[in-house]
């Protein structure tokens, strides 16, 4: 049954993304929506199951991969002010406004805190796709939005432990704060000694792709040191791949690293979100989908273009930079499967939430292609 459900999402995916090029979207758009036709909500011919979601976050994790690979460090230096700006306003306006819509809705304080924290979370996996497909990746844009997005991980996941711990749950913040501190501390220090030294080490054994084989394992290893100190397993993913940028082996490794990716395991990703959305009683509370919908898209949109604005962009570029900060993404669900095993959240208002985060994430690549799409695009090998 897998194997049939590879070989239906990869022949849709591929066919929907050229149609999205040829409609003058990016590709991601077709591979989004054709998930939502494949999945149980139209055609029903795919079902999410727990080895299919498997190879989901295999495809995210690569997909950040190849974005840290292809990071341009120089640049990425060079925009710490503007991605410092962009995350926090990017998370002000959303938890703030968000704050609000929880006490409009009746929500105890806690629970409208949780709400606004829950809109100011960011996933740029879906922009970064489009980012690459609009030979935007390493410029000054594409390095502010991935700065931004670490930054924006790490105060979301911080306000959420400092939440738990009012709810009762026995979070120590204090443990919380030293555990994300010393992740990206070891992080760096591997990247620095480690990653060169593993890879020199890798390079003369007499096996079959020693290198892309070791670079495999430095991502996987720093994906698992994140979701084990509490970041997302992207951000791990995205600092190996920085890591590795820097050492003569960076041409080799994203090469076949690009070619196992999108030869499988990034479409899975991309359809796989489309094919969990969930549309039961979407009828009962439409008016409060749309409602949060708009809430979530404006909030994201408006603080991370001001902060991107102050930072010294553009008006039009500002609003890119914020375009791409608007999907909420898997970081998003996960906050939410938390907020319901805790009890912040109803089980009517988690179901709403699903779909206003599915709406974010379909929205970002038009939004993204409106305001920073007016270059020529960067030669991408595999991005249909």
């Known amino acids: 049954m897998l194997i049939l459900q590879l070989a239906i999402i990869l022949i849709f995916s591929k066919i929907a993304g050229d149609i999205s090029v040829r409609l003058g979207q990016p590709s991601v758009l077709g591979k989004l929506l054709i998930g939502i036709v494949v999945g149980p909500s139209v055609l029903g011919l795919i079902h999410s199951t727990e080895v299919l979601e498997e190879l989901s976050q295999i495809g995210v994790i690569l997909l950040m991969f190849i974005a840290g690979l292809e990071t341009d460090t120089e640049e990425f230096k060079r925009t710490g002010k503007a991605s410092l700006f962009v995350g926090m306003a990017g998370i002000i306006v959303p938890l703030t406004l968000g704050y609000g819509a929880g006490l409009i809705l009746n929500l105890p304080p806690l629970e409208a805190v949780f709400l606004g924290l829950l809109l100011s979370a960011t996933s740029v996996s879906i922009s970064v796709q489009a980012l690459k497909e609009m030979g935007k990746l390493k410029s000054r844009e594409g390095s502010t939005i991935l700065g931004a997005a670490v930054i924006d991980d790490i105060l979301v996941i911080v306000g959420l432990a400092f939440v738990m711990s009012l709810a009762g749950g026995e979070v120590n913040l204090g443990f919380i704060i030293l555990k994300k501190f010393l992740f990206f501390a070891v992080a760096i220090l591997l990247g620095w000694i480690l990653v060169p030294w593993a890879l020199k080490r890798f390079a003369p054994l007499r096996v079959t792709e020693s290198v892309i084989s070791a670079g495999l394992i430095i991502c996987f290893f720093y994906a698992y040191l ?103 993404g898997e970081v998003a669900l996960i906050i939410a499967a938390i907020g319901l095993d805790a009890g912040l959240l109803e089980d009517d208002l988690f179901a709403v939430l699903i779909v206003v985060v599915l709406v974010t994430t379909i929205v970002t690549p038009p939004m993204m292609k409106l305001f920073l799409g007016d270059s020529r695009p960067e030669r991408v090998s595999g991005r249909v």
């Not at 994201?300 to 375009?323: E, P, Q």
Request: proline letters at 1%; hydrophobic letters at 55%; a neutral charge.
């Open 226 to 328: 994140a979701e084990y100190a509490g970041v997302a397993a992207i951000i791990g993913a995205y600092i190996a791949g920085v890591a590795i940028s820097v050492t003569e082996y960076k041409h080799e490794v994203f090469e076949k690293v690009e070619t196992i990716g999108y030869s499988i395991f990034v479409p899975v990703f991309f359809t796989s979100i489309g094919v969990s959305a969930k549309f039961d009683g979407i009828a009962d509370n439409l008016w409060l989908i749309t409602w949060l919908s708009a809430l979530a898209i404006v909030t994201k949109l408006a603080g991370s273009a001001l902060g991107a604005r102050l930072a010294g962009f553009k008006n039009r570029n500002a609003l890119g930079i914020g375009a791409a900060m608007v999907s909420r």
